[in-house]
């Protein structure tokens, strides 16, 4: 969406280290005014694709899901019985640490793959959708 975007393109203004990092990527593939982006030359973007993703990681498109209890749980103490409708916040799962190193840093590197820099950061959990 358009304020997933904004709030992308607010990430690379507010990290001028990052943002020349992604410059000099863009220069390296698309040395020209008229060069076109292709799906081609898209595959020669990783640092473009991680910027992308750790946007969506702090802007994320949806920021929750709701789901039925198929049947009763227990959680922390508490019953919920089954047919229950419940939500579950991504933006919260996003920016826990318990899931994500320095969640409340933008740091496109823990999206790129053998990147020494970003492996630190990289995703503790192989479920979430990003």
């Not at 904004?6 to 020209?32: S, T, V, W």
Request: hydrophobic share 35%; charged share 25%.
């Amino acid at each position: 969406t358009s304020s997933t975007l904004a709030g992308i393109l607010l990430c690379i203004a507010k990290n001028p280290d990052k943002q020349q990092k992604l410059f000099d990527e863009l220069q390296r593939i698309l040395p020209h005014k008229d060069s076109k982006l292709t799906i081609e030359n898209m595959q020669n973007l990783p640092y473009l694709r991680a910027c992308i993703k750790e946007g969506m990681r702090y802007y994320p498109i949806i920021t929750g899901t709701m789901r039925r209890l198929p049947n009763d749980v227990v959680l922390s103490g508490y019953r919920i019985p089954a047919g229950v409708d419940i939500s579950i916040s991504s933006n919260l799962i996003l920016r826990n640490e318990k899931f994500v190193v320095e969640p409340n840093k933008y740091i496109p590197e823990r999206w790129v793959r053998n990147d020494p820099e970003g492996r630190k950061y990289h995703i503790e959990n192989p479920f979430l959708f990003l």
